[in-house]
């Protein structure tokens, strides 16, 4: 089963692809927001192109486990996806992947060295949610 996950967030939407087979996430690609209606078509097409079977989405607590206005706007989002998709739409909780990108970031020698690298910390955020959960669907 393929898998897509979604981060994300008010300016970029980062999508990494996974997959229940390998057991493998890697980061994908970079949506731009430009409106709700386009984004959600963005997706459709990855799906397709991808032959996505499931879609997960970044969840993003407070790191004490409280809901932000950010948690809502995502939950929000993500039922809206639910509604425009032919496939199923699971919520992970993202809380800590944003934190360990940023220790990543650092020990590679800051945000400079990062993008000099080649590597986007939306997609990376949303390669290690993804990650996480098919690390739990193997164990389940």
Same mark, same amino acid.
Do not use: C
């Given at each position: 089963?393929?898998?897509?996950?979604?981060?994300?967030?008010?300016?970029?939407?980062?999508?990494?692809?996974?997959?229940?087979?390998?057991?493998?996430?890697?980061?994908?690609?970079?949506?731009?927001?430009?409106?709700? @209606?386009? #984004?959600?078509? $963005?997706?459709?097409?990855?799906?397709?192109? +991808? /032959?996505?079977?499931?879609?997960?989405? &970044?969840?993003?607590?407070?790191?004490?486990?409280?809901?932000?206005?950010?948690?809502?706007?995502?939950?929000?989002?993500?039922?809206?996806?639910?509604?425009?998709?032919?496939?199923? @739409?699971? #919520?992970?909780? $993202?809380?800590?992947?944003?934190?360990?990108? +940023? /220790?990543?970031?650092?020990?590679?020698? &800051?945000?400079?060295?990062?993008?000099?690298?080649?590597?986007?910390?939306?997609?990376?955020?949303?390669?290690?949610?993804?990650?996480?959960?098919?690390?739990?669907?193997?164990?389940?």
């Amino acid at each position: 089963m393929n898998v897509l996950a979604i981060d994300h967030g008010s300016k970029r939407v980062g999508l990494a692809i996974g997959s229940t087979d390998s057991g493998v996430a890697a980061p994908l690609k970079v949506l731009r927001q430009a409106g709700e @209606v386009a #984004l959600i078509e $963005e997706i459709k097409a990855v799906i397709k192109s +991808e /032959a996505v079977d499931q879609v997960v989405v &970044g969840l993003p607590f407070s790191t004490d486990g409280s809901s932000s206005d950010q948690t809502e706007t995502v939950r929000a989002f993500a039922s809206k996806l639910e509604d425009a998709l032919d496939v199923p @739409v699971v #919520l992970e909780d $993202e809380r800590l992947s944003s934190r360990e990108i +940023e /220790a990543h970031m650092n020990a590679m020698g &800051g945000r400079k060295a990062w993008k000099a690298s080649g590597l986007d910390r939306d997609t990376a955020a949303a390669s290690l949610f993804l990650q996480t959960y098919l690390d739990k669907l193997k164990t389940e």
